[in-house]
């Protein structure tokens, strides 16, 4: 079956640090790719997305590739901000495309 | 776009009372997502419904959960008795048919707590 698997938090980080959160995934099939966001006392929203192999989906200053021959969705910041502290989910949705199957999340923590 | 709306935002509750759970999608949207949030657990799917009807419980941990969509802008989750274990965030999603194009919508979520 599918699965995500993200890198563990809390990921502590001063601000204007370079940020990256790693995530790989299992899947049949060409799945599509997803970085949602928690902030406190918040529901998930979508951060960005990636439909194929070699997109780059982008917003807010954060980057994703999807990396097909390494099975990775690897997200980036080049410079955090306080504001970025929050929870962070790696998702993928498979053939059928009605479930998202979620990672654990890594929750971000950025000091100023 | 009012987003979806959950209520109550918070609930406490003695173990082996009710607890509903109420969620309203947006309008428009044809599929509707519970999901269970807990530390241990992370991010549960519980059930979802396309179109109102129920498609895939299988998430649902035990009998003493439930879930209804009467219409669409309307879906409850119950569960009955409650036990402390249930206590977690509850969260509704929902979506416009087309994923890739259509991303999930959740709602602020309801925090329960079973003492």
């Known amino acids: 079956g599918n699965s995500v698997t993200q890198m563990e938090g809390p990921v502590t980080l001063s601000e204007e640090a370079f940020l990256t959160i790693n995530c790989t995934y299992t899947a049949t099939g060409y799945p599509s790719l997803f970085w949602y966001v928690q902030y406190p006392g918040e529901g998930l929203q979508l951060l960005l997305k990636a439909t194929k192999a070699d997109d780059k989906g982008s917003n807010k200053g954060f980057e994703a590739t999807y990396r097909k021959e390494t099975t990775s969705f690897h997200l980036e910041k080049g410079s955090v901000q306080v504001s970025d502290s929050a929870v962070y989910f790696c998702?993928?949705?498979?053939?059928?495309?009605?479930?998202?199957?979620f990672g654990g999340g890594t929750r971000l923590m950025v000091k100023p | 776009d009012a987003g979806v709306i959950q209520s109550p935002r918070h609930e406490v509750t003695e173990m082996g009372q009710e607890v509903t759970l109420r969620c309203k999608p947006i309008s428009g949207h044809d599929y509707l997502f519970w999901y269970r949030q807990t530390m241990m657990r992370g991010l549960e799917l519980l059930i979802y419904?396309?179109?109102?009807?129920?498609?895939?419980d299988s998430g649902m941990p035990e009998d003493r959960f439930s879930a209804k969509m009467p219409n669409a802008s309307f879906s409850t989750l119950k569960i009955q008795p409650s036990e402390p274990r249930d206590s977690a965030v509850y969260f509704c999603a929902s979506r416009r048919t087309g994923f890739v194009n259509s991303p999930l919508h959740f709602g602020n979520g309801t925090r329960l707590t079973v003492t």
């Open positions: 419904f396309n179109n109102n009807v129920p498609i895939d």
């Open positions: 998702a993928l949705s498979g053939h059928a495309g009605n479930m998202l199957t």
